[in-house]
């Protein structure tokens, strides 16, 4: 049984860091690329950031270039979403996915390419 616990996400002021991580269970981690998206309240899911098996390849939203950074660590079945100079316009609950493939193509930005899910971990960013 595949599960993806994502952990981290509270309430900080606009400015401030956080770093999400998404533990997998279930699953050969270093065989599956790894995506975060996330959903703010009316809105659908977006695509945030994607890495491939390895971390040597990593793919962003232009709303998070140079603020976000994904990474992962096989050893510990972990990817990890760093998140600096947080905006309001970032809260949004954040959710890890895990894509059956070890490369990123520019399909990793849809949703329905990944095959397991997280529950999701809220991030609230006020001004």
């Known amino acids: 049984q595949v599960q993806l616990v994502e952990s981290g996400g509270e309430l900080v002021q606009a400015g401030d860091s956080l770093r999400l991580s998404c533990a997998a269970s279930g699953l050969t981690f270093s065989s599956y690329a790894m995506g975060w998206f996330r959903q703010a309240p009316g809105k659908e899911r977006e695509f945030v950031a994607a890495?491939?098996?390895?971390?040597?390849?990593?793919y962003y939203t232009d709303s998070v270039k140079g603020r976000f950074t994904i990474s992962r660590d096989n050893a510990k079945n972990t990817v990890y979403l760093q998140m600096n100079s947080l905006k309001p316009e970032d809260t949004a609950v954040y959710y890890c996915?895990?894509?059956?493939?070890?490369?990123?193509?520019?399909?990793?930005?849809?949703?329905?390419?990944?095959?397991?899910w997280g529950q999701g971990t809220r991030v609230t960013v006020s001004s």
């Open positions: 890495i491939n098996w390895s971390g040597s390849s990593t």
């Open positions: 996915a895990a894509r059956g493939t070890r490369i990123i193509t520019y399909q990793a930005i849809v949703p329905q390419r990944y095959d397991y």
